[in-house]
């Protein structure tokens, strides 16, 4: 027998040959070429990535399971993250393949065109969830606030508090995608202006809130307790990003930060009219003290 052949007879199913110290596998059945490789030794391209995420859009899209639909929606963040490791992974392989080392985060309507052996995440195969999760995430974060000025009363400090929670939780699992935590920063920042003008809606601006020569009117003591709520729903908001400041981008926590100017100017709009008041009384009085006559 050849040492450098070994295998069944002419008519058998495989032949293993023997080139120099390595084997070559060349699988025959009826004398032809089965398979010119074997799978273990084929690199993956980047085609089979882009096949994964078209198959995965496809499925995503045309799912006519209302229950999957809705899970989808509801653990967005969850979904998204899982995806997005998924699509490194792919974008991993790819760049082994072709020596590449850039990922791509793109859009279906850039106009800038890749080369085509190089993966490209593409966050259109999900927009259609996060469109959706994010009407959720508005309306979580926008309701409390209709809600709590509902009535004649200002809202309480636990209303405020919970509002915060709310916050905290929206940006809290926001955090795994950058541009996910940079949307839901611009929708707290639509709560905090919306607080913002209701308190405002709330503020008394007739004469008995700029009186300063009898007791505080109830019009005074309602823009106090205003002044008063503004200033703790900011003090929560910066709370909540300092606890934050490690996770967050920089653009994203001035995204919030920019709207909390809303309950500073608020707060001193009614400080600076009562405190004109007060010098107005003032001036009057020093007035009245130099009209007095003290020749008796």
Known sequence: MDGSKCGASEGGIGKVEFRGSEPAFA??????????NHP???????AVGLNTTSAFAN????ADSLFVKQALEGEY????RLYLDLCKRLQALSNQSNGQSEVKMIRSTDSTTAETSVFQINREVVVEFENAYLSRSVSRLLDPVHLMFSGETVPTHEEVDSLIRTITSEL??????VSLSRIVARNISKTVRLFCLKCEQMIVTSGEA??????????????????????????????????????????????VMESLSNTE??????????LASISDGIEAIILTMHNEDYSM
């Open 27 to 36: 699988w025959r059945e009826s004398g032809k070429p089965f398979r010119k």
């Open 59 to 62: 499925y995503a899209t045309e």
């Open 77 to 80: 963040p969850k979904f998204l």
């Open 172 to 177: 809290s699992v926001s955090l795994v995608d």
């Open 210 to 255: 700029t009186q300063v020569i009898d007791s505080p009117t109830p019009g005074q003591i309602l823009n106090v307790s205003i002044g008063n709520l503004l200033h703790y729903l900011n003090c929560q908001v910066v709370r909540v990003i300092s606890n934050m400041k490690t996770s967050l981008q920089q653009d994203t926590s001035s995204i």
């Open 40 to 46: 273990q030794f084929t690199r993956p391209s980047s």
């Open 265 to 274: 100017s608020l707060t001193t709009g009614i400080v600076s009219t009562l």
